[in-house]
């Protein structure tokens, strides 16, 4: 699981529940721009995950469990 999957994901939990990503923030009690593609990464370079804060609301606000957005979590390959 890296980075780039969690992001995807959450692209796609968006797209399924109708919505941007914009919109999912919105929707979840979140600051629109909080999933914007600018913000996932620092000035520094450094990789920015999403919040589990961030992940609860979407959750929440969806009506979702875990699984219905870990579903779009690809495998890159990588065991832990």
């Known amino acids: 699981m ?3 999957d969690i992001w ?5 939990f968006a797209v399924e529940h109708k919505m941007s990503c914009s919109g999912l923030a919105k929707n979840s009690g979140l ?6 593609r600018s913000k ?3 000035k520094e370079g450094q990789p920015r995950w999403p ?3 961030s992940i609860s ?3 929440n606000a969806t009506g979702s469990d ?8 690809h495998n890159s ?4």
Not at 31 to 36: G, H, I, L, Q, Y
Not at 66 to 73: A, G, N, P, Q, Y
């Open 66 to 73: 875990i699984s219905e957005l870990t579903k779009f979590i």
């Open 8 to 12: 995807m994901a959450i692209e796609n």
């Open 51 to 53: 919040s589990t804060l």
């Open 57 to 59: 609301k979407i959750l």
């Open 40 to 42: 996932r990464w620092s």
């Open 31 to 36: 600051d629109p721009t909080t999933f914007n």
């Open 2 to 4: 890296t980075h780039e």
């Open 77 to 80: 390959g990588n065991n832990f």
